[in-house]
Structures are given as structure tokens and as C-alpha cells.
């Protein structure tokens, strides 16, 4: 009887040895996981041109030029800028110390700088055309407006690696202040 009785505490020992290895494993995602999640709540509404996203971009553009003078609605420049954006997410490397992290991000977007050489392009062609003569300023801003949506819409979206830096802070992941640099150089590439 005493036999029995130690192999069932041996038993019962081992099981609940393998319960708490079992919690411990399963004690919620791992940090590559919560930063991959963060990266999509922060990328998929831009990438799924949420009316929301668009609305606050559209917003933060209307404040540093109304592009209203030009006839050009606010946020179908957003979409047009947008479109073809996307992204995917290379690696996530948590540092030895487990206090910060580094996500590889492949962003593909649109870049302002190649916008600008359309426009800058299609603008020749049109003072090459001799139209502008006898327009009117509203007339005149209005084709601003125009090559300026036709030169974002004719701009092909091309991938920029970009690095993203996290900080574990009191318990949460949090994406340093150095990815708006990051999100800024992939749309000026």
C-alpha cells in the first residue's frame, strides 16, 4: 500500500510539474508576436484605406496646404497616394536583455519624390502646350490640382526596408518615436 502511495505522489507530482511547464509556455504570445500584432493594427487600415485612416491623414494634409485652392478633395488625394500600399514584416529580433527589439519591415508605398518628377514632367508638357496663356488664377489652379492627382495616380509604389526600434515600457511594447523617420523615409525615397 505504501507503494501505491508513493507512485501516485510521484504521479501526481510529475503532473503538476508538467501543468506549471504547460502554463509557463502558454502565458501568452511571445514578443515577436505582440510587435507583428501592433504593426498590423497600425498598418492594415492604412493598407485597407479605412475611412478613418484616410479622414485623419487627409486632415493632417489639409494642415500643412489647403488643397482645396488647388480643387483637389483631401482624401481622394490620400487614396491616390495610398494606393498600392502594403507592407510585410521580414523579422521581429528581441534584444538578449529582453528589454527592446528590432522589426525588419518591407514598406511599399509611393514615393513623394517620384510623385514630384511626374508632376515636375507633366507640368513642362503643359507650358510646352502654350495653354496656359489667357487662364484664369482659378483656372490655373484648378490644372495645378490636376497634374498634381494625375502625377500621384501615375506613380508606381516601389519597397523600402524600413527598421522599426521597440522599448519594453512597464509591460508593453511600445514602437520608439524614431518610426516616424522611418515612415517618412519611405515615402521621400
Known amino acids: 500500500m505504501k507503494k501505491t502511495r508513493l507512485f501516485a505522489a510521484l504521479c501526481l507530482a510529475a503532473a503538476l510539474a508538467c501543468g506549471m511547464m504547460l502554463a509557463a509556455c502558454s502565458s501568452g504570445p511571445d514578443p515577436e508576436e505582440i510587435i507583428s500584432q501592433d504593426i498590423a493594427a497600425q498598418f492594415d487600415p492604412i493598407k485597407n484605406l479605412d475611412q478613418a485612416a484616410v479622414d485623419e491623414l487627409a486632415q493632417d494634409a489639409a494642415s500643412g496646404a489647403d488643397l482645396s485652392d488647388f480643387g483637389i478633395d483631401g482624401a481622394e488625394y490620400i487614396k491616390a497616394m495610398l494606393g498600392g500600399f502594403d507592407y ?7 534584444a538578449e536583455d529582453g528589454q527592446s527589439a528590432t522589426a525588419i519591415v518591407d514598406v511599399t508605398c509611393k514615393s513623394f519624390n517620384a510623385a514630384n518628377d511626374r508632376a515636375n514632367e507633366i507640368s513642362d508638357e503643359f507650358a510646352a502646350s502654350n495653354e496656359i496663356t489667357g487662364m484664369s488664377m482659378d483656372d490655373l489652379n ?15 509604389p516601389s519597397t523600402v526596408e524600413c527598421e522599426f526600434q521597440y522599448n519594453l515600457v512597464d509591460g508593453t511594447w511600445t514602437m520608439s518615436d524614431s518610426a516616424e523617420s522611418e515612415i517618412y523615409n519611405a515615402f521621400f525615397s
Not at 514584416?89 to 528581441?94: A, G, H, L
Not at 484648378?142 to 508606381?156: C, D, P, S
Request: hydrophobic share 45%; glycine share 4%; net charge negative.
Open 142 to 156: 484648378k490644372k495645378i490640382g490636376e497634374i498634381l492627382m494625375q502625377a500621384m495616380n501615375e506613380t508606381e
Open 88 to 94: 510585410s514584416i521580414v523579422s521581429v529580433n528581441v
